[in-house]
């Protein structure tokens, strides 16, 4: 199966779910242009702010896209191509997107209230109690897992003492990028400059602050960045969402565009034939197709993660219901979209290396593989 022929298939495939089953779920739900959102009816000029549907939907798709769509489909790929991708476009579409898109669509509809409140007035206080300790707990899990990752991400100076340049550099840069954001935000929001010519100045801001990071690293330890680490936390969690978080992802998310255009373009270039086997067996390594398949592809394909934002943040800021099929359901196909992208990395390493899969991570399995077929254009490296 060549590459070039899963990849269209798959944006096709999303891109008529968004076209046909994402109107459909509009006009089922009364979706209503006209119908005033929390972000107008209750502006606080914190939480509640109506913002542009690009840079709403910038900020939703940076906060739902991280390394999920990446290690799922990459991990699930022993069982075979085609169980992952359909699983992703069947799953994105008719489950993820569908979630999302309603997620979103329930908070509006109830005032802007997280999803802990939609479930007191639609199921009672008992689920209620039972949700947020749920979410409590996941999300404790989540943030110490995230925070202790980025912290090694950031770790400039190694246990023997010997410095990390790479870590270095990035710990700069993220701290830079923050800086920007907020400069961004400010532009934006309090001396009212167009999106546009914002939006230039912030990509442009985005190549000087990876130079200036590059150029001048920031070397500390794991401890001291765990600590730093949950100041922000702190800090962003208190801070009006225009100043810094809003910002913060819509900028990022160019970043996320750029790399799924040039996976497109390297797969485009290399065109390879992937010799991945279309199914391997329902059980691998002690594994069951069902349920390890569905577990392991969450992002990417559903992931429950994704209504805390679309309630908790997302819908305070949606100027219009028009705008919540764009947002809700079509940044979770994007995410389906990274996840096919993802999918075809691993299938091109397995063929290079000779039918075999390969140890490394699965963002270094992204990165190896799309480096590679961006080479063949002469934009990435052939190691």
């Not at 309603?102 to 689920?127: P, T, W, Y």
């Not at 409590?136 to 190694?158: H, M, P, Q, R």
Request: with cysteine; charged share 10%.
């Amino acid at each position: 199966m060549t590459a070039v022929l899963i990849l269209v298939v798959g944006i096709v495939l999303l891109g008529l779910g968004y076209i046909f089953y994402g109107s459909w779920l509009a006009k089922k739900w009364g979706v209503n242009p006209d119908r005033p959102t929390p972000a107008h009816t209750k502006y606080d000029n914190k939480d509640f702010v109506p913002a542009n549907p690009a840079v709403l939907m910038g900020h939703h798709f940076s906060s739902i896209a991280g390394a999920g769509p990446i290690n799922g489909p990459i991990q699930a790929a022993v069982f075979g191509w085609l169980p992952v991708f359909l699983w992703v476009v069947i799953g994105g579409i008719f489950f993820g997107a569908m979630h999302d898109f309603g997620s979103l669509f329930a908070s509006i509809r109830h005032k802007g209230q997280s999803l802990g409140e939609v479930v007191a007035l639609n199921i009672g206080d008992r689920a209620k109690k039972l949700f947020l300790i749920f979410s409590y707990l996941t999300l404790v899990l989540v943030v110490a897992a995230f925070a202790s990752i980025v912290a090694s991400t950031f770790v400039g100076i190694n246990a023997d003492g010997s410095h990390n340049e790479t870590n270095a550099s990035v710990a700069m840069i993220s701290l830079l990028f923050i800086v920007l954001a907020v400069i961004f935000g400010l532009l934006v929001y309090r001396f009212e400059m167009p999106l546009g010519r914002a939006t230039l100045l912030g990509v442009a801001g985005i190549v000087g602050v990876i130079a200036l990071g590059l150029r001048f690293p920031v070397y500390a330890g794991y401890d001291t960045w765990m600590w730093l680490l949950g100041l922000y936390i702190l800090v962003a969690s208190v801070t009006p969402v225009w100043i810094l978080l809003q910002p913060r992802d819509y900028l990022s998310s160019f970043l996320l565009y750029a790399m799924m255009l040039a996976a497109v373009v390297g797969i485009v270039a290399a065109h390879p034939v992937i010799e991945l086997p279309a199914f391997t067996s329902f059980e691998v390594n002690g594994q069951y197709l069902f349920p390890a398949l569905f577990v392991t592809v969450a992002c990417g394909a559903i992931s429950g993660f994704h209504s805390l934002v679309a309630s908790g943040t997302t819908s305070k800021q949606l100027s219009s219901e028009r705008d919540a099929r764009l947002v809700g359901f079509g940044s979770m196909l994007i995410e389906s979209a990274l996840g096919i992208a993802s999918l075809i990395a691993v299938g091109y390493i397995f063929t290079r290396n000779g039918h075999a899969f390969t140890s490394q991570t699965p963002t270094q399995v992204l990165a190896d593989g799309l480096s590679q077929m961006l080479a063949c254009v002469g934009l990435g490296s052939e190691s």
